[in-house]
């Protein structure tokens, strides 16, 4: 119990003190973000720290940090789905295409090769590695891409990319991180028949179905209760909440991928829901993502393996530069060509710096590591994560504010027509 008292006067009083505050850390204060103080308060006050609290006393704290990080992303994914334009992934295909598809593979491919490059560890513990650091995260992301700083700053188009690829791809993930898993528990002809029949086709597909099912079902019934008066505000203030909750429930009860599942059902309740409500509904979403958010990223600071850092040494400070250097930015000044919104260079360039590596990194190095026991995946991805927390959390606000002198934008250049053309609307 006294624990329990420690865990809700710190997080609940930072959580507080962000929310009163969190303009001037993103305005002002560059070199410290939300999740960088939420992380340093988990060190602090746990193992590292002042032994105040530890995960260890609660249960497994690898369990504890896995289903944290699911709730948080799966609000996360829930929350971009919200805030893209209708019809965004109707009306750009091809560049959501480009980004998830060989975007993501490549991304992949480079971590995992940097991963035995510099950690000599078997191809395939490599790959799981590199597949897990891969997803860009839709936390991490939304401060980044939201806010009076970022509507000022960066174009609408590339807050667009930049939220629907964080949203896509955690539930995207799944299938690349499951295939080294597959590899490493069967021999090679079993795990690509497993891989393909359940992660591809149920995990993935019917992921897909599932969410865009209940989604789409969800937002029409809060339509036709709102044109015949029958939902109160207090009802529309936990629909998108209680949906996020219920899908990931849910679907992973049926076996498939409930992070994916939540993101479509955002997207599809987005579409057939009355457009008035959704800026109350995203406003919500992103308020209760704010309460999970602080909390995962001291639970992050709890858990850090600071003795396992030690242990890869130089290799592990390479390994983390260069991740943060090559996973992204190469891929994006490549791709850059075939994404429509980001049309010169400087665009790309910021694109490719910001695809944090946060919380749904946490989720699935907690899923591996429970499935495959390869101590080295919780410190590399760690070691990734804390750094990636770090420099993006450092360089955000002063790199959005020269990319908006760069490009002369503002704020009211962000919401001329044009701009507001592009949403869809």
Do not use: C
């Not at 029409?220 to 429930?249: K, N």
């Not at 509904?281 to 858990?303: I, M, S, Y």
């Not at 000044?333 to 919380?359: N, Q, T, Y």
């Amino acid at each position: 119990m006294q624990e329990l008292n420690v865990a809700l006067v710190t997080i609940g009083g930072l959580t507080l003190l962000l929310s009163l505050i969190g303009g001037l850390l993103k305005n002002r204060i560059y070199f410290l973000s939300e999740p960088m103080a939420a992380v340093i308060l988990g060190i602090v006050i746990g193992p590292l720290g002042l032994g105040l609290l530890r995960l260890s006393h609660w249960g497994d704290p690898f369990t504890i940090t896995e289903q944290f990080a699911r709730l948080t992303v799966g609000l996360a994914v829930m929350a971009a789905a919200l805030r893209l334009p209708r019809r965004y992934f109707r009306e750009h295909v091809r560049s959501m295409a480009v980004v998830l598809v060989p975007g993501m593979i490549t991304m992949w491919l480079v971590s995992g090769a940097l991963v035995y490059a510099l950690l000599g560890v078997p191809v395939w513990v490599a790959l799981l590695v590199g597949a897990i650091v891969t997803p860009t995260d839709p936390v991490l992301a939304g401060t980044i891409v939201t806010g009076s700083g970022a509507e000022e700053n960066i174009p609408r188009s590339i807050r667009s990319v930049l939220t629907g690829e964080s949203g896509a791809n955690d539930g995207l993930a799944y299938p690349l991180v499951f295939l080294p898993i597959l590899v490493l528990e069967h021999s090679p002809q079993r795990a690509i028949v497993d891989w393909v029949l359940e992660s591809l086709l149920w995990e993935v597909g019917a992921a897909v179905v599932i969410g865009a099912a209940v989604g789409a079902a969800a937002g029409w019934i809060e339509r036709e209760s709102h044109d015949h008066a029958f939902l109160e505000e207090t009802s529309l203030l936990t629909a998108t909440v209680a949906l996020t909750f219920a899908v990931l429930g849910g679907v992973k009860l049926l076996g498939s991928d409930g992070i994916l599942a939540a993101f479509v059902a955002g997207l599809l309740f987005n579409r057939f829901a009355d457009a008035g409500d959704e800026a109350d509904e995203q406003k919500v979403q992103e308020a209760v993502l704010r309460l999970f958010t602080v909390p995962v990223f001291v639970v992050f600071g709890l858990t850090l393996p600071v003795e396992q850092w030690l242990a890869l040494g130089w290799a592990g400070v390479a390994l983390a530069a260069g991740v943060l250097l090559l996973r992204r930015v190469p891929m994006m000044v490549m791709f850059s060509r075939f994404v429509e919104p980001i049309d010169e260079k400087r665009g790309a360039l910021f694109a490719g710096w910001f695809g944090p590596i946060g919380v749904a990194a946490i989720f699935y190095a907690m899923v591996a590591d429970r499935l495959v026991g390869q101590g080295i995946v919780w410190g590399a991805t760690s070691l990734v994560i804390a750094s990636s927390v770090l420099v993006h959390g450092i360089t955000a606000t002063p790199l959005t504010k020269l990319y908006g002198r760069t490009t002369g934008r503002s704020r009211e250049e962000s919401k001329r027509p044009d701009a507001a053309s592009f949403s869809g609307e």
